[in-house]
């Protein structure tokens, strides 16, 4: 259900609420909550009435087919099993939440606490990122509020019914809220900056400017905009590289931070001659996705958007525009450099040339704060070698060309696993060593150890540290 | 003696005509001749996208490309020395970066001509009056309405006298709606009176008196009220409704509807689209006025909006000879008023998507 709260103290209670649910939450086995989210994951299996209604919901911003194949990834990724090792993976061990993890000697104890409620300011860009913030609440036993973007399809209050449809035991549903609110009205995003135990932004640059580390009480995670690249080093097969990378381009219409807008070609004999033909091929890659991604038909403001873009670039930056004769469908720039202008939205894409692959950290320089994704096509020999490039240059992510935004967990986001930024971890020290009081009892150690590990219920460390307002 | 091609387009009305006369492809084959050996750049785009042949008929005209307006507004073409510019118009800036149109003294003529002859077809300037420019004098600003109109009206016999009533000061446009009464009011005393300019000027003329208990003040008969650009907010907090200030306009000043015409323009074009008694904006017949779909480059069907694309060949000093707004407008035939000139339907400007979006925004807006 969607809640736009009218005034703060609304909002307020509504953390208040979510933050008593989240202390339930916490006390829920991982495995109780997997299993919940593998239930999750049914209800959106292809054909089912949920699907079929976001497909509807959503094929407009989005081709149809790129709407089907992220419904597909997302029940996929909600399998239990499949959780389940992603969770391992970023957290270390499965039952961080759940127990106190002894060290070898039996004095060192390691146990994960969520944070209390997690604030979600969501971008309206890509209309998974509702799920996936919700998902990375529930797995760190967050209490969660999404506040929605502008732009919100719907999805993100379709995903959250669907969820109180699949918590039977009505332990988890509580404890998620779906909000909207003009973000313009500060008295509101002042709550969510005050209330807030911790706050992951997503999107634009008014959104993190809004919420700055130093005026939240929170933990505070920025996931500002990003510019995403692509690379194409010589070598590689270039019909298949280029078909991939077309995917890419036409699957989130160019206008997630994973989006290849920039495409760097190596160039190796300066000749100019790869470059063009990959901007030539891209362009022919695009009219053949078009079959499986059908761009949506834009409006007169949109093409004339459109027009601009190229346009500008053609005059400005000197760039040869490649498309589809009278269509708008795809846009492909070659520019003899960086342009000053990197479009986003339209299934536009700047082409190149690069004298040198060990360049690339240098011209990326002005944008290294904005780096994230690299899409790399290369032949398996050179892997390596571009990889280090690309690390040189700032990027967190490199996908291999026709997988730029494949997958939702189980890698770093930005750097840093993303559930490892929504726990608390705690570490308990019984003393071993000469540094320790040699006075003390001997077996002490041994008792509270036994203790702790009798006591395998889980609980929060919010509930010791809720706001006085809640 | 020979009549350039380009002048010879301006003789006679231009609303009598259902679209360009024959002078029409001679003008865009002279002009486009003289950008093309002034602008190198501009040659070798036109030789790109429609060839190296010569223009001979419509058809050829209509193949020829179109400067995009915000290219206009973003790249300068750099002018050779053989051009002496005379004058440097510059659009309002409303919409982003202000457009610099250099003229050099011909093709400042060929507009102000235009402007008359438009004017003059449509029945604006008829009779001796006096003029009251609601608009900024031009003394202190090159924005095209200002000096264009006041060209005109200088070079126009019937019009007696030309006050400005607002002007272009250190901290932007000076405006007092107190002494624009004042001058309104001794003006209507002599004679007919032709109030021209922005329309929120006007109306917060209007609302001063107003405010003050005036009711209102009729104007002698023969006045007439011109209002060009400036719908949007002009004075702050001031923006205005075209049918609604008509109305209003014409209550308070006492004149019949009809006598109270807009125009619609901009500074990249030296066609001035006027009102007719009608209300419609017809299209002069030293312009082609088409809708564009700019997807495909093609006109979209009649009535329907389109990107406005403008050929108007009267300007040689700089490559204005066709160009596509950033205005969305219709085109049709068959006014209630008669004329057979093609009547333009503006359907307000495109806006650019602000996508709220995880993709860094190094990208600019259409200007």
Known sequence: ?470 | MTTNPLDALLAGCPFDTPGPTAHFVPAVRECLGLLCQRFPRYAGFVRQRAGARSVTDLEHVRALPALFLPVLKNVAFDLPAAVPVTVRLTSSGTTGSPSVIPLDEVSMSRRVAAMAASYRGLDILTGDMEALAFLLDPATTRMAGSVVIDAVLRSTPQVRGVTYLARMGPAGPDFSPAQAVAAVTQAARRGPVLLVGYPALIAGAVQALTRSGTASLPLPEGSRILTGGGWKSFLPGMSVDQKEFRQLAAAFFQVPPAAVRDMFGLSECPAVFVQCASGSYHVPSFALAEAIDPETGLPVPEGEAGLLQLTVPLTTSYPLLKILTTDKAGLTQGCPCGLPAPVLVPRGRVSAARFETCAMKIGRAVA
């Open chain 1, 1 to 470: 259900m969607l809640v736009q709260p009218k005034t703060p103290q609304e909002l307020r209670d509504l953390f208040g609420h979510l933050r008593r649910a989240g202390q339930l939450l916490a006390s829920v086995p991982l495995a109780d909550i997997l299993a919940l989210l593998g239930g999750l994951g049914s209800l959106w299996r292809p054909g089912s009435p949920y699907h079929r209604q976001a497909c509807v919901m959503l094929a407009g911003p989005f081709s149809l087919q790129a709407v089907e194949a992220a419904l597909r990834g997302l029940a996929a990724s909600l399998d239990a099993r499949v959780l389940a090792a992603e969770v391992r993976r970023e957290l270390g061990r499965g039952d961080l939440l759940d127990a106190w993890q002894p060290d070898e000697m039996g004095v060192g104890h390691t146990r994960g606490f969520p944070l209390g409620v997690v604030a979600h300011v969501l971008a309206g860009n890509v209309f998974l990122g509702g799920a996936v913030a919700l998902a990375q609440s529930l797995l760190t036993k967050n209490a969660v509020l999404l506040k929605l973007s502008r732009d919100d399809s719907g999805f993100t209050a379709l995903f959250a019914r669907s969820l109180a449809e699949a918590d039977a035991g009505g332990v988890v549903a509580p404890a998620l809220a779906v909000c909207a609110w003009d973000s313009g009205q500060e008295d509101l995003n002042q709550v969510v900056r005050e209330e807030a135990d911790a706050l992951v932004v997503w999107g634009g640059q008014a959104a993190v400017a809004a919420y700055p580390a130093d005026r939240c009480r929170g933990r505070v995670i920025h996931y500002g905009p990003r510019l995403g690249v692509g690379l194409l080093v010589h070598g590689v097969g270039l019909e298949g590289a280029l078909a991939a990378l077309a995917w890419d381009v036409a699957l989130w219409e160019q206008r997630a931070c994973s989006s290849p807008r920039l495409l760097f070609v190596e160039d190796p004999d300066a000749s100019g001659r790869l470059p063009r033909q990959a901007a030539e091929g891209l362009s022919a890659a695009l009219v053949g996705v078009g079959s499986r991604l059908r761009p949506r038909p834009l409006t007169l403001d949109e093409k004339s958007e459109v027009l601009s873009i190229r346009e500008l670039a053609y005059w400005a930056d000197r760039a040869q525009v490649f498309a589809a004769g009278r269509s708008m469908g795809h846009t492909v720039l070659l520019t003899p450099a960086v342009p000053r202008e990197v479009a986003i939205g339209y299934r536009t894409v700047a082409v190149v040339p690069l004298a040198n692959v060990a360049d690339l950290p240098c011209l990326l320089a002005p944008y290294r704060g904005a780096l994230q994704t690299a899409v790399l096509a290369a032949a398996p020999g050179r892997w390596p070698e571009a990889v280090g490039h690309l690390v040189r240059a700032g990027f967190t992510q490199v996908a291999a060309a026709g997988s730029a935004a494949a997958r939702f967990l189980g890698l770093p986001h930005e750097g840093e696993f993303a559930l490892r930024r929504l726990v608390q971890l705690v570490g308990i020290d019984l003393g071993a060593g000469p540094l320790t009081y040699p006075g003390r009892e001997r077996g002490e150690a041994a008792a509270v150890a036994a203790a702790l590990a009798a006591c395998q219920r889980p609980a929060s460390a919010s509930s010791s540290a809720t706001s006085t307002r809640g």
